[in-house]
């Protein structure tokens, strides 16, 4: 995992990316319904852009906001009972990050 600038890089494949997509994508629908604050939609928003880019991943390098990192661990702390102890772990550790960093 590295980070530059703004961008959390992580390797990843196409399955897991998606997985993480659809955690992503859950937790924004649940945390942040249509019809909120202003904020709220921003951030709605951001994290289903972020859900398309996983669910959207070939495989490889995965360009993560940095910036997201606190959500997208809410996100997969939330949905990673949906899916097998492995892909849950691998999930938090795409999503870990430098804290401090």
């Known amino acids: 995992m590295k ?22 994508a859950a937790y924004a629908e649940a945390a942040y319904p249509p019809g909120g604050s202003e904020c709220g939609q921003m951030a709605r928003e951001a994290l289903l852009d972020t859900a398309h880019l996983c669910a959207n991943h070939d495989g490889g390098e995965l360009t993560l906001p940095r910036r997201q990192l606190a959500m997208l661990r809410a996100a ?4 990673g009972e949906q899916f097998d102890a492995d892909s849950a772990d691998a999930m938090k550790a795409l999503v870990a990050g430098r804290r401090g960093a």
């Open 76 to 79: 997969v702390g939330w949905a």
């Open 3 to 24: 980070q530059r600038g703004r961008q959390h890089l992580v390797s990843c494949d196409a399955e897991l990316a998606n997985q993480l997509g659809q955690a992503i």
